[in-house]
């Protein structure tokens, strides 16, 4: 069975800063898919970033960028230059690559506060 | 993208009622799709994989008889909170991806709060 570990239960940073979220996770597999999703006050859960395991490159969308480690099975999330509107709960997420659809296995999130 | 539309937003019910929940794939076909459970504060734990044309296979706690899943269509599962009581009051997402992108995203209803009282 694959885990996921968010260490940090709330983060806090001020609009314009950086800041980085950890992630680990637990499997035996090697091809998988790991995720950051965001959550913001509204629950809707909005997919941030994706990276695929068999790429060693780490994934950038804009702002939001990964620390992909896989022989130390962590996945960190950096968000660059914070806006008010990053506040939210962020989940990482892992899952298996497989030939239908699969699970996501969800860590227990971080809530972000982006301050003025 | 994809849209995932979930219905109702929210409900209210009785305790011993029974409530159905609606998860469409608004703009795909899917033929899995996911039933998340998510407390106040927590993260989101599987209830159970909705197959189209077949049983729903669900994790382990969850009680198959109390929550009953129908997966009739390639763009409908549904999830049913039958005789609910006020320990399953709760936020419920459903998420399913596009046939041959099963792998690569998946894509999630905006949820349902349900209070049972």
């Known amino acids: 069975a694959q885990t996921v570990t968010q260490s940090q239960p709330e983060m806090s940073v001020q609009e314009a800063e950086t800041v980085t979220l950890s992630c680990t996770y637990d499997?035996?597999?090697?091809?998988?898919?790991l995720f950051w999703y965001k959550q913001p006050p509204s629950r809707q859960m909005i997919l941030v970033i994706r990276?695929?395991?068999?790429?060693?490159q780490n994934a950038t969308e804009n702002r939001f960028s990964v620390n992909f480690q896989k022989a130390a099975k962590s996945f960190s999330l950096k968000i660059s230059d914070s806006q008010l509107g990053d506040t939210a709960m962020y989940f990482c997420a892992f899952k298996l690559l497989t030939g239908t659809a699969s699970k996501l296995t969800f860590g227990t999130g971080t809530r972000l506060q982006v301050t003025l | 993208g994809a849209v995932v539309s979930q219905h109702p937003s929210w409900v209210i019910c009785k305790s011993g009622t029974s409530v159905k929940i609606e998860c469409r794939s608004l703009d795909f076909q899917a033929t899995t799709m996911f039933w998340y459970r998510q407390f106040p504060k927590q993260s989101l734990m599987l209830m159970a994989t909705?197959?189209?044309?077949?049983?729903?296979?669900?994790e382990q706690g969850v009680e198959k008889d109390k929550f009953l899943i129908n997966h009739a269509s390639l763009t409908l599962s549904t999830l049913t909170v039958t005789s609910a009581h006020p320990e399953d009051s709760s936020f419920y997402i459903c998420s399913a991806s596009p046939l041959g992108r099963m792998n690569t995203e998946a894509f999630f209803g905006q949820g349902t709060r349900l209070t049972v009282v």
């Open positions: 909705s197959n189209e044309g077949s049983k729903a296979t669900y």
């Open positions: 990276q695929e395991a068999y790429k060693q």
């Open positions: 499997t035996s597999e090697n091809n998988y898919y």
